[in-house]
């Protein structure tokens, strides 16, 4: 029998069958023993005797020991099954190319996981009540919500998908518009603050520094430097609208407020509204903020509420380091009481307030000389204790000859806090009464009734009373050496002095028959 024969097949009818691209039905079966042992087509190789890596080993698909022509066996070969391909565009280089997306293999995708999600999600509820169910009850439920969850989001993240591939242009157009729309809806109103600040608090003052012969366009990027204006392009064609001219700016310190608008900013930097008629002003001794205030308005040289707006919002410890070692300044009814020195000035009718109050600092800086600071490291005492030792002394004096023994009676009484914890002078409650009280609000005031009462409170008040003149500043820092711890005055200004309280009662029944005499 023919080595490629068996009991159905013949050698010619499996060429015709491999020649066609079909197998045989039927399995080809083991060669006989009789078969075997017919001589082979080829030698025998020996298994011991290894074999060249360059020789080409012969097939047959029927016998390990026959040969069999390659060729031929190449038209044996079942043919390589295609695999499926699938729209997924060739990926393109790193760094190269376009990312393309393909639709329909992500919505492929996301049908494949919704489904399997979904399966998932129906087994877990079906398997939720299975008594024998691993999880317990409050975890199947949470796990199915949490199942639940994701397919929805999956559904939701499909259906974005489809909704903007069928409409890709219209989406991109209209974001473009939105997008264009906020950006313009934005400049027009940030234009408009430039100009009426309507959208603005003015809570915060700011400072701006005009240079020598600055233009409309310099005083412009000025106050963009500052934050006061956004668009400064805007504002440079509205100032050339309305008429600003360039050589009619004054150079200066200015303080502004982001509620004020270009165009009232501009004119503030013009020489016509700024500068006027100089007049000289002489503030007295022992004047309060608000009296000083007062006389600058009726003076014209600037509104009091411009003054105090400054007065609250600028920072004036960071030019002057008396202001900047105050302490507890919350306790303070204003803070700048009592370095307001009292002096005569020149003040141009218009001018800055800041300016104003600067030109009171600087010449409370140049009185306080290095002596003056001497003197107090020397007493134990600060630069604000003895402005606020001599802010008692100046309203306690009837004149200047008394300041001195003022001043004794009060640091006896300091320095003797043990026995004496309180200086009990009427002015301080004058203060509160006649001062404090107009401007406070009802909570501010009862703190200040208490704080500022010298006969309840320890000590100094929280601040000055007034603004010392020079006789009450030497004499808060070079008292007269006394045993004196009370004094009294009476209708006539006169001072009685006593060491004893039994000598101030009797000082007090002297001044009551002085004050009933007509």
């Not at 411009?306 to 007065?311: A, N």
Request: negative net charge; aromatic residues 10%; glycine residues 4%.
């Amino acid at each position: 029998m023919n080595k490629f024969q068996d009991n159905d097949h013949s050698y010619d009818d499996l060429l015709n069958e491999y020649a066609g691209d079909s197998l045989p039905s039927k399995p080809i079966k083991e060669k006989s023993e009789f078969e075997t042992k017919k001589a082979p087509s080829q030698p025998v190789r020996n298994e011991s005797k290894p074999v060249s890596t360059n020789d080409k080993p012969s097939y047959n698909p029927y016998s390990d020991e026959s040969s069999f022509d390659i060729d031929l066996l190449k038209k044996f070969e079942e043919p390589e099954r295609k695999k499926p391909v699938t729209n997924v565009p060739e990926e393109s280089p790193r760094g190269k190319g376009k990312f393309v997306v393909n639709i329909d293999y992500a919505k492929t995708f996301a049908i494949g996981v919704a489904n399997k999600v979904k399966t998932a999600a129906a087994n877990a509820k079906t398997n939720q009540a299975e008594p024998n169910d691993e999880l317990n009850n409050d975890e199947s439920f949470e796990n199915t919500e949490k199942t639940k969850k994701k397919f929805d989001m999956i559904e939701f993240l499909g259906f974005i998908v489809r909704t903007f591939e069928e409409n890709r242009k219209q989406f991109i157009a209209f974001g473009c518009c939105i997008l264009v729309s906020f950006v313009l809806a934005g400049v027009a109103i940030s234009c408009i603050n430039d100009v009426l600040a309507i959208n603005r608090d003015g809570e915060e003052t700011i400072e701006v520094v005009l240079p020598d012969n600055a233009d409309t366009a310099e005083a412009i990027k000025v106050l963009d430097k500052a934050g006061l204006v956004k668009n400064s392009i805007f504002c440079n064609i509205f100032a050339k609208f309305m008429g600003f001219s360039d050589e009619n700016y004054l150079s200066g310190i200015y303080y502004f407020t982001d509620d004020m608008g270009v165009e009232k900013m501009l004119t503030r930097f013009k020489t016509s509204s700024t500068r006027g008629t100089v007049i000289s002003i002489t503030i007295p001794e022992g004047y309060t903020v608000d009296q000083i205030f007062q006389r600058l308005e009726k003076n014209n040289i600037c509104t009091a509420e411009s003054l105090y707006r400054v007065l609250n919002t600028v920072d004036f410890g960071n030019e002057y380091d008396f202001i900047a070692k105050l302490q507890d300044t919350d306790e303070r009814y204003c803070v700048l009481e009592g370095y307001l020195f009292p002096a005569t000035y020149e003040f141009e009718q218009g001018a800055e307030p800041a300016t104003v109050i600067r030109k009171f600092l600087d010449a409370f800086k140049n009185r306080w000389t290095e002596e003056y600071a001497a003197k107090a490291t020397e007493l134990g005492m600060s630069v604000d204790e003895i402005i606020t030792l001599a802010s008692i002394i100046e309203k306690e004096g009837k004149d200047k000859d008394q300041f001195v023994n003022i001043s004794s009676v009060l640091h006896n009484r300091l320095n003797r806090s043990g026995i004496f914890a309180t200086l009990e002078c009427n002015s301080t409650n004058d203060y509160v009464e006649n001062t404090v009280s107009k401007r406070a609000s009802p909570n501010e005031l009862k703190k200040y009734v208490v704080s500022y009462n010298s006969y309840q409170s320890e000590g100094l008040p929280p601040s000055a009373i007034c603004n010392p003149g020079t006789e009450a500043i030497d004499a808060a820092l070079f008292p007269k050496n006394t045993k004196y711890y009370f004094f009294r005055h009476d209708k006539n200004g006169k001072i009685y002095l006593a060491e004893t309280l039994e000598e101030h009662s009797a000082n007090g029944r002297v001044v009551n028959k002085v004050n009933a005499e007509k």
